[in-house]
């Protein structure tokens, strides 16, 4: 199996390579996870010896990028200040790699960038009322598309990683952790999903070459989005939304028609990723639940790509089977099918939780398993996935 935990740079800057090295090799992990290019945030490091708290640049790349392969391209990487300052840590671990250390794969953030986003709006997605949404990237957008298959092609020629995850080459919801986000309403799980719907130049005259008129698909969300903030307390239009999917816009033909054409450039997008990816490098998709939302039709996508990673998030073993079927299902018996958990507390109260879940993946047919993350659980729930992964190793071999 592909056993792998998605891995921050600075956590092994900080804690140092053989450190890494041996506490994978301690759990019974035989893949590096590592993130190569990251969105902003605030991480509480627990076992840095050097801080307890982290605020990573946001919407840089953590591998040194090739200038050629980006000449002449409207939006350019930045290299983050800890590779520049700290090390090559994916060069790093690639040479131990070749030396006979654990396999590399490169976790690599796609659409989510508020820093091109505020440099470049004009590649931000934007809702019915032509707000743009600054952290999400429109993959209808040919400069943004350029920008992510120039990333992997780039990351995948000079550096050779054995996989590559991509993660949101898709569009984004709403509400997404944005600093000192602000909802006097009380949104429901609609009104988000409308309001993350993307009516940009670029996803309208996209649509237009499909035959798809969005302008009058954003006149229907616009009406919608009025509505609900005069209401005087939220009430939903679908109560089985978003467990129902696409249906639930069937009887209004403009809207389900976009909303169905909104998976084409998701899907052409990562087609064009695997076109640029060196041959040796596979390429996966990290899907959540409901991936439909942001665009993401799994069979589709899993045609254009080697594999899937579904994230078992906040799920029950019955949930995490059903999960993992339906994906091998969707993408079909020849490609990868892994699944990601989190390690986090109260998600998981302790080892017994992880193993129930792991082992139910494993049962379904799992052909990997990612654990979330390295440098943000303490020391001791590195345990836990032991136990897990020997849980679910259990489950193969028997």
């Not at 600054?134 to 993959?139: D, E, G, I, N």
């Not at 139910?360 to 993350?373: E, Q, T, V």
Request: net charge negative.
């Amino acid at each position: 199996m592909h056993l792998s935990m998605w891995t921050y740079p600075w956590d092994v800057q900080d804690l140092s390579h053989d450190r890494v090295a041996g506490e994978f090799a301690d759990a019974g992990l035989n893949t590096v996870s590592l993130a190569t290019s990251y969105h902003a945030g605030r991480f509480l490091q627990p076992r840095s010896p050097r801080r307890k708290a982290y605020f990573p640049e946001d919407g840089t790349l953590y591998f040194k990028p090739t200038p050629a392969r980006w000449e002449g391209l409207a939006i350019q990487p930045k290299l983050a200040d800890v590779i520049r300052d700290g090390g090559d840590v994916l060069g790093e671990l690639v040479r131990r790699r070749d030396a006979g250390g654990p396999a590399v794969s490169c976790w690599t953030v796609c659409l989510h960038n508020t820093r091109i986003g505020m440099l470049h709006p004009e590649v931000a997605t934007r809702n019915a009322f032509g707000d743009p949404s600054y952290f999400s990237l429109c993959p209808s957008h040919p400069d943004a598309r350029a920008y992510v298959t120039a990333l992997v092609e780039d990351l995948s020629h000079a550096y050779r990683p054995d996989i590559i995850e991509l993660e949101s080459p898709s569009f984004m919801g709403f509400a997404h952790g944005y600093h000192h986000e602000k909802d006097g309403v009380g949104l429901t799980a609609e009104d988000d999903f409308l309001l993350s719907l993307c009516f940009c130049d670029a996803c309208l005259a996209r649509a237009a070459r499909s035959g798809i008129d969005g302008r009058r698909a954003r006149e229907r969300v616009k009406r919608w989005i009025a509505e609900t903030c005069e209401r005087e307390v939220p009430q939903p239009r679908w109560p089985d939304f978003p467990a129902a999917g696409l249906d639930v816009f069937k009887p209004y033909p403009d809207l389900h028609d976009y909303l169905t054409w909104r998976f084409e450039p998701v899907t052409s997008l990562i087609a064009e990723m695997r076109e640029r990816t060196h041959p040796d490098t596979r390429l996966y998709l990290i899907d959540l639940k409901d991936g439909w939302l942001g665009g993401c039709d799994l069979a589709a996508a899993g045609a254009v790509c080697d594999g899937v990673i579904l994230c078992a998030y906040d799920m029950s073993p019955p949930q995490v089977t059903a999960l993992l079927r339906g994906g091998r299902q969707a993408v079909g018996p020849d490609k990868f099918v892994g699944a990601g958990f989190r390690v986090f507390y109260p998600e998981m109260q302790g080892a017994a939780d992880l193993v129930e879940r792991v082992r139910a993946a494993a049962a379904a047919g799992a052909d990997g398993l990612n654990f979330y993350n390295y440098g943000l659980i303490p020391q001791a729930r590195l345990d836990w996935v032991r136990q897990a992964i020997s849980a679910a190793q259990e489950v193969h071999l028997g």
